[in-house]
Nanobody
Framework: QVALVESGGGLVQAGDSLRLSCAAS????????IGWFRQAPGKEREFVTS????????EYADSVKGRFTISRDNAKNTVYLQMNSLKPEDTAIYVC????????????WGQGTQVTVSS
C-alpha cells in the first residue's frame, strides 16, 4: 500500500511555471506507475500524465504535451510535474495517483493541490 501527498500548487499568471511534487510513503515505490490527474470546477477529472518506475514509459494528455514534464526520483520516492507556459484552462485541483505496474486501475490517490492560473 502507498500513501501520496502532493505539494507545490499555487496562484500564478498565464505563461508562468510551477513544479508539483508527489511524495510517496509506504514502501515499494518502484513497483508503482504514478499518474497526475486534474479536475477543474464543474468538469470531470481528466488524465494529465503518467510515468512508470524507470521513466522509460511516459504518457501525456494532448492538452499538456510540450508544456508539462513528468519525472521521478525513486531514491526520494517522489514524482515531479513541471508545468511551463501555464494557461488559465490549466486551473484545477491536481492529484497524483498510483497503480501497480501490472495493474490497470489507479487505486491510490492523494488529496490534491490547487493550481490557479490567472489571465
Amino acid at each position: 500500500q502507498v500513501a501520496l501527498v502532493e505539494s507545490g500548487g499555487g496562484l500564478v499568471q498565464a505563461g508562468d511555471s510551477l513544479r508539483l511534487s508527489c511524495a510517496a510513503s509506504g514502501g515499494g515505490f518502484r513497483r508503482y506507475v504514478i499518474g497526475w490527474f486534474r479536475q477543474a470546477p464543474g468538469k470531470e477529472r481528466e488524465f494529465v500524465t503518467s510515468i512508470n518506475w524507470s521513466g522509460g514509459s511516459i504518457e501525456y494528455a494532448d492538452s499538456v504535451k510540450g508544456r508539462f514534464t513528468i519525472s521521478r526520483d525513486n531514491a526520494k520516492n517522489t514524482v515531479y510535474l513541471q508545468m511551463n507556459s501555464l494557461k488559465p484552462e490549466d486551473t484545477a485541483i491536481y492529484v497524483c495517483a498510483a497503480r501497480e505496474a501490472w495493474g490497470r486501475v489507479f487505486g491510490y490517490w492523494g488529496q490534491g493541490t490547487q493550481v490557479t492560473v490567472s489571465s
